[in-house]
């Protein structure tokens, strides 16, 4: 099966958004071995569009597009492929149903170029939008897989994943199948990284081994191709043992987690909870704790505490330490560590104070972060890292580094 | 002229990167009128990259490429291209030298493949590369340019801005320039927008208007084309008057701003300070705040208040208001905006609880979302909403909304 992903809408030709969807799809069907050889992006226009249709089929015999679903003029992704197919639109009465839900539970007039939105192809395979109102459809003619899939991320991907992988899986030969695990690290360079393990990626065919870097972490991609899924299987777990031989002490996860994902985890196996002072994160910490559904079983909340008068007021930290050592301190992380501990009563506390730039701050160059933890009954400690990048990258950095502290100390 | 944007590998096609160097070219040139109307993704070989060079070729006269300059057998960009177009590559001196350098200076070895990288197609521009090895290059043969920019961001974006776009300025006509400016909505859907100026946008030829949702917001390009500055300016400013009159009340701001940057200088032209109490959003709308910089001159801090614990405790939300009403309730918002605002002696408190879901919350459906907004010196208002979407979504589109009221109010 050899895919091709066409995006449809002249806003990512503007430039105003960049294709995640090809990206996100793409991640997905690698893993199981379906190659993608072409991605296309063409703007809102029927006769572009019919003829990026045409240059896909002759290529490629699963065509998946994204955007075009919506209810304005300017989406004409279904009507164009249905025309080009000959085949007729029809409601679909499920999604039909949901649209007009929605706007009875909003108490909005629904226009009527809604109703367009639950047009899907006779015959197809309708893929449920569980997040939004246009439903994807996939149809298989003359040998080649359409999917069609909205353009938002927040719809597409869960129905990708939830409902369009079935659909491919189920067209897809066993002989062909791969699987991949991506194995994560933190603490270690790329570079350094792939020079401890040079000559193994090199020597190493079946699963091929892939490193990548991105935002202060490391992955290593281990891809096998074998008929059997034992065997795989098999493959995969020989290999990871190889790697974590030489590098297992930088290992944090895989796949999809997150250092976050992965620190949460271990403080709900310890019964522990967490509460957390941030300065310069501002509030991106447990904005990332949060966004995983269920932490309110570990995570109590905390203090953003932007200004110094927070942090003398609210958190409690000695005036004289602000005066003395400033807000970009050691003694300043561990006061907020220890403070927030106690004020949230909870087992752990984490701060994090330092300068996310573009300006210096107290004479410390951007970058220049300190994390203070505090543990009930061990003494409160205080980390510096001086991390490299802009405001958002040394943010970003930061809450990992932070939740990476943790993890250790519990493992 | 139309353009094209070819990105060349592999690491795309698996879903390892997004394609933003597409994003960040096309922004640029849609900036100075030119259209691009298609982006292809292709992976590192020769034969699938010669084909889709011969399909950009039939369909458009710029053909930009990203990637495949650098130094391994799998960047073959440059070789290709040199074939295909029966050109020969030649060593750039300039090039060349800087290479070595950069080896010197690091007290490296240079390995011979590095030569490689400074070879460009004879007769070209060539593009220096101030932050990287590989030069980029730009050839017109046969009436279409062919431009070769290196992948990585960090030595394209410079690259492209500084020698790319004076390359393809020089290759245009003054006759073909445009410009856009793009509105920006809140609070209106994007079918109610579009069916309130329906027969606006039809008749509207120059500028054009398109709009486009994303995240519970709704824009507005206009795009004006016309070879004098002035008259370009003029045609935008009458369309914009003419939507405004319609639709006015949703307007929030121009371009690339954001609900939350505007609020914030609402906030600090009105030299008042803002502080936040957050439970289901769990420390987004701060961290939005504080990713812009300089935003300390206005904001205090504030308080995660995940646990109902935290929110009796720290933020003093009477106990009785959680017992009667629940956390998820137009008095537990209002009390968290009053308690925060005092607490941490600011002019304006605004707090979030509600239920982001998966799962619902003391009866109340995922999505349902209270926002408190406490002014010093006025009643304190809640505002119910119900948010469509997931998790994410939810949390988003709540702190948007939040931003939008706080923004209302000050205007």
Redesign the interface.
Known sequence: MNGEII?VG???????????N?????????GIGVN????????D?AE?LK??VE?AES?SNLIIFTGGL?????DLTKETIANHLGVKLVHNEAALGSIEE?FR??N?TM?P??RKQALVFEHAEVLPN???MAPGMVLTKNEITYMLLPG?P?EME?MFSNYGMKAILNRLESIDRIESRVLRFFGIGESTLEHTLEDFIDQQTNPTI?P?A?DGEVTL?LTAKHPSDLERRRLLDETEAKIMERVGEFFYGYDETTIIKEMGNLIESNNMTLS?A?S????????E???I?G??KW?????????P??KI??LGVNPDTVETYGVVSKECAMEMAENVRK???TDIGISFTGV????SLEGKEPGSVYIGVSFKNKPTASHFVLLPGN??TV?VRAVKTGAWYILKELR
């Open positions: 995006a002249s806003e990512l030709l503007l430039g105003q958004i960049a294709n995640t090809a990206k996100f799809i793409s991640q997905q069907l690698a993608v050889f072409y991605h296309t992006v063409v703007g226009n572009r003829r990026a240059i290529r919506g209810p304005t003029k300017d929605f539970k909003r909005v226009t170029n809604n569980d997040t939004g938002p927040s869960p892939a990548l991105s991609r957390v941030e310069l994160t501002g509030g991106l910490f447990q904005e704790v949060t966004s559904a932490v309110s995570f109590q909340g905390g203090i953003v505490s932007y200004s008068e927070i007021n609210v004020l949230m009563d996310a730039g573009p300006a405001r958002e943010r």
